[in-house]
């Protein structure tokens, strides 16, 4: 095999991950039109393992060939399915977490390399892969051209996290209320029974980016419902600057099981078609949490 060759195979397979989240929790209508361009700017990423990924995510159907040439959207939202996440527990796991608070304590310089990281956290070139894998996907690191890895912008202090939470009080509340609005019940339905599964018990049981995973879910396809771009875009990325601190903010279970309460009854009012109850709802579950999380 050339040299090189093994590292554009884990790159390309990296993109095609990424690609898919972005297809699976933004949700692109069907038949949207996927460039290069936007894609290699939104990844951070050259356009030639760009056009390998969409040849690859072609072939398994997730998009389709667009009239003219390039390719269209063809799988969106649950649709969607990602690879089996290997990272879910044991040695993996405890690492994944390690790289995340030391990134957040500044301690990993802004750009890395997968023998760097084998060395400094005694791993195998196979576990790098996955963690890079897994963060590539969640946003908060994306390949250099040609060699190594670049941490992106992250909030790392307690006042630029208490900042987005003040944010997201004006944006998330007004959303609701949008002349554009338009309840997805059959989202909304799914996401208030993953929260009443964790009220039941099952916060129990989940990791902390597991448990930060399903409350993001839940107010992004809130806002998505919007048909805002704008809303729904200044939403998503502030839920890619604070994961990392939000591993560390994180409430108790004990606590936590409150606010997914509070989710469920958001979804309860949304489907009930009490926009201004939600919306109010909303801003004061944001208030109370963004002040409790905060100290």
Not at 68 to 80: H, I, L, Q, S
Not at 95 to 119: F, H, K, S
Not at 259 to 284: F, N, P, W
Request: aromatic share 6%; glycine share 6%; proline share 4%.
């Amino acid at each position: 095999m050339p040299a090189g060759a093994t590292g554009s195979t884990e790159l390309t397979s990296m993109i095609e991950t990424r690609i898919r989240t972005y297809l699976r929790d933004e949700t692109p209508a069907v038949g949207q039109r996927l460039t290069e361009r936007f894609l290699a700017e939104r990844l951070r990423v050259s356009r030639s393992p760009i056009r390998k990924a969409l040849q690859e995510l072609q072939r398994e159907g997730t998009i389709s060939r667009a009239e003219g040439g390039g390719y269209v959207v063809a799988r969106t939202g649950p649709d969607v399915v990602l690879p089996e996440e290997a990272l879910d527990e044991g040695d993996d796991a405890a690492a994944y977490m390690r790289i995340a608070a030391d990134r957040l304590d500044g301690i990993l310089p802004e750009r890395v390399t997968e023998n760097g990281l084998m060395r400094r956290y005694d791993l195998t070139r196979g576990q790098v892969n996955e963690l890079l894998r897994r963060i590539s996907a969640e946003g908060w690191i994306a390949p250099l051209p040609g060699y190594g890895w670049e941490f992106l912008p992250v909030l790392t202090s307690v006042k630029s996290y208490r900042d987005s939470y003040h944010f997201r009080l004006v944006v998330e509340p007004a959303a609701i209320l949008e002349d554009t609005f338009v309840l997805d019940r059959e989202a909304v339905r799914e996401r208030m029974l993953e929260q009443q599964e964790l009220v039941d018990g099952k916060i129990w049981t989940i990791s902390g980016s597991e448990l930060f995973d399903l409350n993001t879910r839940f107010h992004e396809t809130v806002a998505k419902c919007s048909d805002n771009d704008f809303f729904i875009e200044s939403l998503a990325r502030i839920n890619r600057l604070r994961r990392l601190i939000e591993y560390r903010q994180a409430l108790v279970p004990e606590r936590a099981v409150l606010r997914c309460a509070e989710h469920v009854e958001l979804a309860q009012l949304l489907l009930t078609g009490d926009l201004q109850e939600a919306s109010d709802h909303l801003r004061r579950h944001l208030s109370s949490v963004g002040s409790e999380k905060s100290q």
